[in-house]
C-alpha cells in the first residue's frame, strides 16, 4: 500500500467511504471526529484508530 504521504490526491477532501468509516472508529475509540481532514490525514487516523480499538486485523 502506498504512503498516504506520495498519494496525489491526499489533500482532497476525505472520501465519504473514509469520513463514515472515521465517525464509526472515532465513537468507538471514544475520540472525536475531526470532518475536516483530508484523504492523507483521515487514512493515517484509520490506522491509528484501527489499532486503538483493535479493528482491522
Known sequence: ????????????????AQASYLKTLSEEAGEEFDP???KADASRRIDE?????????
Open 36 to 38: 475536516s481532514l483530508n
Open 1 to 16: 500500500m502506498k504512503d498516504p504521504d506520495d498519494w496525489t490526491t491526499g489533500e482532497e477532501r476525505m472520501t465519504g
Open 49 to 57: 484508530l484501527q489499532a486503538q480499538t483493535g479493528r482491522g486485523r
